[in-house]
């Protein structure tokens, strides 16, 4: 038997004083997103949408609210607010009003838990369908237990009760079965006995309290006992941020050398969440892919490589760079120490060097731009020579100014295209020049200021205006 209609119940609403942090505890990222994006994530993927999901918010719910609503583009999650948060079954309470009432059964999973996986999920409710105890658990055994609830059982094997750590005795802190916090419970039975909760010694109401009560009815309480339970233990502290990280990263890692990406030193290399990347694909060492990247095939990566919300396409070569925001069409090599800014865009076979700055400009296919120098504002037709040191002056103090360089072009080295500027096709600057007015195509223009010095070309292929020998001094 299978459950039709789970719905799902995501607590958010504590502070989280144990991160030390001004920011609330789910706020916090790993591999480029926060721990509720995780969370929310994994139980889209289990088949729980937006619409049956229930999110109890309270420090800060404002911020953890817009979290959920903007990283998922407005999508329908019930919000209940918590407050005062008197613990974790006064907030499960809170959340009554939202839950569908044809739910069959209510997951609870608490915000903190990133490394929570669709597979669990999944494998919870198979769980909850299979049993006719009102609360399912989910527990593992751990060699260091540290301040988890403990998993207390009768001598027949029976769940008896979930004593938290604080609470605990000697002998039950010795118990090394630990209560993950992700659990399930049969809707009715919640709703009718979450007001029976009596208060711990701290005053809250805990949703662990629940077990004891479906014990002591005599309805009892079922077990997921997980080989991997860290994966659903919730993260407190920085520290225990950094290693659900370390987790996360090596997930991401190893699932992408399942698809055919080689990876050079999972240790060093940092990508999120988000990204996809396509087989035959190398990524050297040191290399971070960041947001919504996408890699194609056969590209070489790093190292020492920064790519963020960037589009790569097939057989592309990112070697010591920083991208943000670009897009290289295929067969593309940048690098080294290139910086290819929001809306920089390269077509096929463009050839991007040592120290360059490209920002909101395109090169056309079979341009090259080899040596340090500056584009922005910049429309680079196709085949395209852009010499060592040449720098589009777009900026006048006030406002940004377009330049538009022609097909086949030639930009001497050390070239200054003071904008708005447009350099023909076929035509070229000599070195040092300082282009304040437009250039004719196949013109030749020199000086400072620039003016005509005769013919350059009048093809459009590019392939005169590629010689680098001569007067030109393209520093090719
Ligand atoms: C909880 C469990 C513990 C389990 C551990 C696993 C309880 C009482 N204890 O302890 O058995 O071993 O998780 O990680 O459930 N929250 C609210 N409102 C509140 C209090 C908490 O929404 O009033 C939310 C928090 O934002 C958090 C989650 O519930 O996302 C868990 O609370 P937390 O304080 O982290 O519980 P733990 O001490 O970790
Ligand atoms: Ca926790």
């Known amino acids: 038997m299978t459950l039709a209609n789970p719905a799902a119940v995501v607590l958010a609403a504590g502070k989280g004083t144990r991160m030390k942090s001004g920011r609330h505890k789910v706020l916090h990222r790993l591999a480029g997103k926060s721990m509720l994006w995780h969370v929310l994530t994994a139980l ?47 907030a499960a309470l809170q959340a009554q009003p939202h839950v569908p009432a044809d739910a069959d059964a209510i997951v609870v999973a608490y915000g903190d838990t990133p490394l929570l996986q669709a597979g669990t999920i999944t494998s919870l409710l198979d769980q909850v369908a299979q049993s006719t105890a009102p609360v399912t658990l989910v527990t593992g055994i751990l060699d260091d237990p540290q301040d988890l609830g403990r998993i207390v059982r009768s001598p027949d094997g029976a769940v008896h009760e979930i004593v938290e750590f604080r609470d605990a005795t000697p002998e039950q802190r010795a118990i090394r079965e630990v209560n993950s916090g992700f659990c399930a419970f049969r809707p009715a039975w919640l709703w009718e006995q979450l007001p029976n909760v009596t208060p711990a010694r701290n005053g809250e109401l805990y949703l662990t309290a629940l077990t004891g009560l479906a014990v002591r009815s005599g309805a009892g309480a079922g077990t997921l006992v997980l080989e991997n339970v860290l994966e659903t233990i919730g993260v407190n502290t920085r520290e225990q941020l950094a290693d659900a990280e370390a987790t996360l990263r090596r997930r991401i890692t190893r699932t992408l050398m399942t698809t055919g990406v080689a990876i050079q030193d999972p240790a060093t290399t940092y990508i999120d969440a988000t990204v996809v990347v396509g087989p035959d694909t190398t990524i050297h060492a040191n290399t971070h892919l960041r947001g919504d990247t996408q890699v194609g095939a056969d590209c070489e990566i790093g190292p020492n490589a920064i790519v963020t919300s960037s589009a790569i396409g097939d057989r592309c070569r990112v070697f010591a760079s920083v991208l943000d925001g670009a897009t290289l069409e295929e067969d593309v090599t940048v690098g080294p120490f290139a910086h290819l800014r929001p809306g920089a865009r390269c077509g096929r076979g463009v050839e991007v060097g040592t120290g360059s700055e490209i920002k909101a400009s395109s090169l056309g296919a079979g341009s090259r731009m080899h040596h340090f120098g500056y584009l922005g504002d910049t429309t680079v037709g196709q085949n395209v020579n852009v010499g060592a040191g040449a720098i589009t002056c777009n900026y006048d103090g006030k406002r940004k100014h377009a330049t538009r360089i022609g097909d086949g072009a030639f930009i001497g080295s050390g070239s200054l295209l003071i904008a708005p500027v447009e350099v023909g096709a076929a035509a070229l600057t000599g070195a040092g020049a300082v282009v304040t007015r437009d250039v004719a195509p196949g013109a030749k223009v020199a000086g400072v200021p620039a003016r005509p010095i005769g013919t350059h070309g009048a093809d459009s292929t590019g392939s005169g205006a590629s010689d680098s020998s001569g007067n030109s001094g393209s520093g090719q």
């Open 44 to 90: 889209r993927q289990a088949g729980i949408p937006p619409e049956r999901t229930t999110i109890v918010i309270g420090d800060s719910a404002a911020e953890v609210r817009a979290e959920a609503e903007t990283q998922f583009q407005g999508a329908p999650y019930a919000f209940a607010l918590q407050e005062p948060q008197l613990g974790t079954g006064h």
